[in-house]
């Protein structure tokens, strides 16, 4: 069985349990990327009834923001329902821009409550699909096709095992309850390499964001600390954001100055220096405060 079906096979399961436990369709989470956009090929293919949500980031570029909202256009024109959401913290409206003074430092490779925040508290008790895959990165490849979102890694790790519409009913009535209490979650391309995407999107003609055609090989948040160097690029492009990360990294000293906090950065300029990998700029992570924080 080639990628294809197999990942379209996955989605059919995986719509089966959706309807079957939480009587809702299975929701594809989109984002506005390359394989965001291979996986709605690939639900559109399936055949399922199936929604589309999107979680607002407020740091994407405006080019994502414009393929997502046209995508979401064409779709809503077939009947298929899409929301785009924005992001909520502690029950209020936030931003990237809002977040870096609450939380006292920038999101970094290590503390990126950023991703938890603005992209991953989108659908709650449904049954949802990303476009995650085991070749992007080593944390990723512990991932499986099916998985359950828990409230802790324990609670993930206890109810791992995916139930089928065929298991024996008392299994079945323990492992249903747990699922209408939390979100699962299928992986329809977890095995798809970069190359695997690539020969899809131009093989099937599937539009991708204009950045693409740009020399840009990812879309995602301007300024990602996991996009690394590359960050370099993004910021000569959009200015702006670079404005609006300073300005927030002066709101950030500010706060940090209020709460009695000792910082080493003297001022904004320096903080981002800091977070874009200048060694000779001093500064501290302070993790301790970020991880006693409250999400």
């Known amino acids: 069985m080639d990628k294809e079906k197999k990942s379209i096979e996955r989605i059919k399961m995986a719509s089966e349990m959706s309807l079957h436990h939480y009587g809702k369709p299975l929701v594809c989470t989109y984002s506005g990327g390359k394989d965001s956009d291979v996986m709605l090929e690939l639900f559109k293919r399936s055949g399922i009834p199936f929604e589309v949500h999107n979680s607002h980031t407020t740091a994407d570029t405006p080019q994502t923001v414009n393929h997502i909202r046209e995508t979401f256009r064409l779709l809503e024109l077939g009947g298929i329902t899409c929301e785009i959401q924005m992001p909520t913290y502690k029950g209020e409206r936030t931003s ?21 925040i603005l992209k991953e508290n989108g659908v709650r008790n449904r049954y949802i699909a990303t476009g995650v895959r085991w070749e992007e990165s080593v944390k990723r490849k512990t991932r499986g096709e099916f998985e359950k979102i828990g409230k802790t890694r324990n609670d993930a790790e206890k109810f791992s095992t995916v139930m089928l519409l065929e298991d024996n009913i008392s299994k079945r009535r323990m492992t249903e309850l747990c699922m209408q209490k939390n979100s699962m979650v299928v992986n329809p391309i977890i095995d798809w390499t970069y190359t695997d995407i690539w020969e899809y999107i131009h093989s099937e003609k599937i539009k991708v964001c204009d950045l693409y055609n740009c020399g840009y090989d990812r879309v995602g948040c301007v300024g990602c600390p996991m996009a690394g160097k590359k960050r370099y690029r993004e910021f000569a492009d959009f200015p702006k954001y670079k404005k609006l ?32 990998g200048n060694d000779d700029i001093p500064g501290q992570m302070f993790l301790d405060e970020i991880c006693g924080d409250e999400n």
Not at 97 to 116: F, G, S
Not at 245 to 252: N, V
């Open 96 to 116: 990237m821009w809002k977040l870096i003074p609450e939380k006292l430092m920038p999101p970094t490779q290590l503390v990126r409550y950023c991703c938890q």
């Open 245 to 276: 990360y300073l300005h927030a990294f002066d709101r950030m000293l500010k706060e940090r100055d209020r709460r009695g906090k000792e910082s080493n950065w003297k001022n904004a300029e320096e903080v981002f220096d800091w977070w874009m």
